[in-house]
């Protein structure tokens, strides 16, 4: 059997496995494998037939088994997030034997003790925000469109008028979704954009996505925060999606 690992953990002591989600299909009970003191990792044992390199490659073109594989993969990484701390490890981490997952993952030990004590206490949360155009638009200068259309405009004016409301709308976005962001950012220790199209032809289009590493004292000021512009944004065309809490998936990268 092969040696697939889900996460590291820092904790005092080895984590209890009762009650993890099931693993991988195919794969044994998930269970801590010790790497250090006050580090183990949380694997489980694979069947090499299934799990070798060569077998991975062969179906990495199935998204419906690796999705499934994934989603599996970060229910067992969830489960230990409520630990000191949980560094995720990515998809199809596998070893040969115990003993060498051991080897490797002791070899790391500085650097898991390093991101450890970056995440330790918080978890993630994410914020995406949405645009409708048209809605936004319409929020903005709704009265000035009606009283285009009661005085007869004619076409060359009102193409003028709707181009200088896109470029208004363009700057107005990007300010609106910075503020957001650094409202967010101030109850969070780290914070990172992800890329984001601005203001793409027709649509919704995607302003910001956002992922926050918060302090797990301060979730519930934080949801509150993210909600109370949610709820100021909507009718001026911004939808705001909170998800988490979560493991902190991107903030244990290099």
Not at 66 to 77: I, L, N, T
Request: glycine letters at 8%; a positive charge; one cysteine or more.
């Amino acid at each position: 059997m092969a040696t697939y690992v889900y996460c590291i953990v820092a904790a005092p002591k080895a984590p209890r496995s009762a009650g993890t989600p099931a693993g991988l299909p195919g794969t044994g009970k998930v269970r801590a494998l010790d790497i250090d003191e006050g580090l183990f990792a949380i694997v489980a044992d694979a069947p090499r037939k299934q799990y070798s390199s060569g077998a991975i490659n062969a179906r990495l073109s199935d998204l419906k088994w690796v999705s499934r594989a994934a989603v599996r993969h970060e229910a067992v990484v969830e489960h230990f997030s409520g630990a000191q701390a949980a560094l995720p490890m990515k998809l199809f981490t596998i070893f040969d034997d115990d003993e060498r997952a051991r080897a490797y993952l002791h070899g790391e030990r500085t650097r898991f003790r390093s991101l450890a004590r970056r995440v330790a206490g918080h978890h993630e949360w994410g914020i995406r925000v949405l645009l409708d155009r048209q809605k936004a638009i319409a929020a903005g200068d709704g009265q000035r469109e009606r009283r285009r259309a009661l005085t007869g405009r004619d076409y060359l004016s009102r193409k003028k008028a709707a181009r200088d409301a896109s470029v208004e709308l363009a700057s107005r976005a990007r300010d609106t979704v910075a503020d957001l962001y650094d409202a967010l950012a101030s109850r969070a220790r780290l914070s990172r954009r992800r890329s984001a199209s601005e203001l793409p032809a027709g649509g919704g289009s995607l302003l910001l996505d956002a992922a926050f590493l918060v302090p797990r004292s301060r979730a519930a000021s934080f949801r509150a925060l993210a909600a109370k512009h949610a709820k100021a944004l909507a009718p001026h065309g911004y939808a705001v999606t909170l998800t988490g809490p979560w493991p902190p998936y991107t903030f244990v990268r290099e």
